[in-house]
C-alpha cells in the first residue's frame, strides 16, 4: 500500500495543484484511494485535477469529491480555490507585465522615429487600408513589438528601406488582384489557362488550384463561414444544437485530445477551447 501511495501522491504532486493541497486534504484523498479498488481511484483522482486548468470545477465529470463527506471535499475545494486565485493572480501579473513592456516599446519608437519615418509608415498604412480594407500587410512588415525591431528599422540604409517598401506594395497588389480573381470567379480559368507555365502557385492562388484542380467546370466561392459556425465546425457540431449539447460534446473532445492523454494533441486542445469558449459567448439565447 505504500507504493500505491507513492504513486498516486507523486502524480498529483507533479501538477501544479498539488502543492496548494494541505495536509488535512492529502490525509483525505489517501483514505478515499484506500476505500476502494486503488488504481481505478487514482486514475480517477490524477485526471480529475488534470482537468482544473482547463474546465472549471462545477464542469467536470466525474467529480471524485462528491464520493466524499461534505466537509471533506469543502476542505479539498479550498484548496482548490486557492490554486486558482494563484493562478489567476499570475496570469494578470504577466498580462500587466506586457502591457508596461508594450508601453517602453511604444515610448521608445516615439523617442527613436524620425517625424518623417512616422508619415512615411502612415502613408503605407492608409494605402493598405484603403486597398484591402485592412492593414495585415502592414503589420507583418512595420508593426514593431521589441526594441529590437526598432533599432533595425532605425539602422536601416536607404536602399534596403526602399527594397523593402516594394515589397510590401507589391504583396498588397498581389493579395489585392487575387481577391477579385476570387470575387469574379475567374481563378479556375486563369489557372487551367496558365496550369502548364505556372509550376507552384503561391499563397492563396495555391489554395485555390488545390481546391479547384479535380473539377471539371467553373464553380463559385463558397461563402466564408463565420467565425461562430467555424467553432461549431471545430466541436463537430451543427448551429442549432443547444448548450447543454455543446458542453457535452466538448467533454467529450477534450478528454480525447488532452495533451496527457495517448494520441493527445495540444494544438487541438487550444482549438476546441477557444471554440468551446466562443461558442458560450456568441451562442444565441433560447
Known amino acids: 500500500m505504500a507504493q500505491t501511495h507513492l504513486s498516486w501522491s507523486s502524480q498529483i504532486l507533479a501538477l501544479p495543484v498539488g502543492s496548494f493541497l494541505s495536509r488535512h486534504s492529502w490525509r483525505i484523498l489517501e483514505k478515499y484511494v484506500q476505500s476502494g479498488a486503488a488504481s481505478q481511484r487514482v486514475h480517477r483522482l490524477v485526471e480529475f485535477f488534470k482537468t ?31 490554486y486558482l486565485e494563484a493562478k489567476q493572480e499570475k496570469r494578470q501579473t504577466q498580462r500587466e507585465k506586457r502591457e508596461a513592456y508594450k508601453i517602453r516599446v511604444f515610448e521608445y519608437f516615439r523617442s527613436q522615429v524620425s517625424a518623417s519615418d512616422k508619415a512615411q509608415l502612415e502613408k503605407l498604412r492608409d494605402y493598405e487600408l484603403e486597398r484591402l480594407g485592412d492593414d ?35 504583396d498588397v497588389e498581389t493579395r489585392k488582384k487575387n481577391e477579385d480573381r476570387l470575387r469574379e470567379g475567374t481563378y479556375e480559368e486563369y489557372y487551367w489557362g ?9 499563397g492563396v492562388e495555391a489554395w485555390f488550384y488545390a481546391q479547384t484542380q479535380q473539377k471539371t467546370s467553373r464553380q463559385t466561392v463558397p461563402r466564408n463561414k463565420t467565425p461562430l459556425e467555424k467553432a461549431y465546425d471545430q466541436l463537430a457540431l451543427k448551429p442549432g444544437c443547444t448548450l447543454k449539447e455543446v458542453r457535452s460534446q466538448f467533454r467529450q473532445m477534450a478528454l480525447q485530445y488532452h495533451p496527457d492523454t495517448p494520441g493527445g494533441s495540444s494544438e487541438k486542445m487550444k482549438a476546441i477551447l477557444a471554440a468551446y469558449d466562443l461558442i458560450k459567448r456568441l451562442h444565441p439565447q433560447p
Open 136 to 170: 495585415m500587410n502592414w503589420k507583418h512588415y512595420f508593426w514593431f513589438t521589441s526594441f529590437k525591431q526598432i533599432d533595425a528599422f532605425v539602422s536601416q540604409s536607404a536602399q534596403a528601406r526602399k527594397a523593402l517598401i516594394q515589397q510590401f506594395i507589391q
Open 194 to 202: 496558365s496550369r502548364h507555365t505556372c509550376n507552384e502557385p503561391d
Open 52 to 82: 482544473l486548468d482547463w474546465l472549471p470545477l462545477e464542469e467536470i465529470s466525474p467529480n471524485p469529491l462528491k464520493h466524499l463527506a461534505a466537509l471533506e471535499a469543502r476542505a479539498i475545494e479550498r484548496d482548490i480555490e486557492a
